[in-house]
């Protein structure tokens, strides 16, 4: 059996304050506006640093995107930091979203594959394909489990959030799941976007998975498997025949809702599948209580 742990949407803050000559003329002036009158009246950093500490007691570690804020130099620093002082040594594997590819020319730069490759390492290279983030999907192949990264991150304009696989990341998806290696073992996907969302098709194409249908398409003759994803900021899970689609809250907010408060998901897997949990921040920060990961009536 191996115990994943489950964080999303960290959104990692510079420690020194904003670095105001990458803010101007582009869209990071909106996402800055948005941390200080929504985010940032409930983003606390003691609480990523005990979900941090807590979750590195499982075996792996996995990030379902928007490690930084704005992908910004500083933020990338910072986060990499968290993860060398808080964790452990706990093996790590992190996938982007759409904060970490805020402008068009972090993709160009190739500036998250740079900071964070050692985590998005994959044990068959030869069957991943070049996207916006750098080379996915990727594989981990551990014990009962193949971990698979995902990208959906892309950018936007402002006030547009949306992701996007696309046709060649969902073909490499397939041959992967099809490989030996992968079939023999319980797949637990990684993405951002939510691959499941019963909002209103408008809210979808500004905020959510562009091609979401494509991908529960992609895993409909799964006999098992794991969806792991995050952007919501809310803790849920529902079931497409038998694969399991689990969002994370976001891992440093102070919100009296145990479906939003600060936490991590955990996840005992064996290849029968997965027991899921969640572990959620007391309000003092201090300590965790275990939690349900609400069910959803309705997935799509």
């Known amino acids: 059996m191996i115990r ?34 929504r985010r940032g009246r409930v983003y606390r950093r003691r609480y990523l640093e005990a979900v941090l500490d807590a979750a590195s007691r ?18 990338f620093h910072e986060a990499l930091r968290l993860f060398e002082s808080r964790t452990g ?3 790590i594997t992190v996938v982007p979203g759409n904060h970490d590819l805020y402008l068009p020319r972090i993709s160009r730069e190739g500036r ?5 490759g050692a985590f998005v390492r994959s ?29 959906s991150a892309v950018p936007r304009p402002p006030f547009i959030a949306a992701g996007y696989l696309g046709g060649e990341q969902l073909d490499a998806l397939r041959a992967i799941l099809d490989h030996p290696e992968v ?22 194409l500004r905020d959510g998975l562009a091609d979401a249908a494509s991908l529960r398409e992609t895993l ?3 006999r098992r498997g794991l969806v792991l994803f995050g952007h919501l900021h809310i803790r849920v899970r529902c079931r497409v025949g038998a694969v399991d689609f689990v969002g994370a809250s976001g891992a440093a907010l102070d ?7 600060a936490g991590f998901n955990l996840y005992e897997i064996d290849e029968s599948g997965a027991n899921i949990e969640a572990q959620v921040v007391e309000p003092a920060g201090t300590s965790f209580r275990r939690a349900d990961v609400p069910i959803r009536s309705s997935c799509v």
């Open 4 to 37: 994943i742990a489950h964080i999303s949407d960290t959104h990692v803050f510079p420690p020194q304050g904003m670095e105001w000559r990458e803010m101007i003329f582009n869209k990071r002036i909106a996402g800055w506006a948005n941390t200080r009158l």
């Open 58 to 75: 499982a075996d792996h570690l996995v990030i379902t995107g928007d490690v930084t804020n704005l992908a910004l130099e500083a933020e």
């Open 89 to 91: 040594g706990a093996e």
């Open 112 to 116: 998250f594959e740079h900071h964070f």
């Open 123 to 151: 044990d068959l290279p030869e069957l991943s394909v070049a996207v916006a983030a750098g080379n996915y999907p990727f594989v981990k192949l551990r014990g009962e489990v193949a971990i698979i990264g995902l990208s």
């Open 183 to 204: 079939a023999s073992r319980v797949p637990v996907m990684l993405v951002h976007h939510p691959p499941v969302d019963s909002r209103t098709r408008l809210f979808q």
């Open 220 to 222: 409909a003759g799964l």
């Open 255 to 261: 919100h009296p809702n145990d479906a939003i408060r």
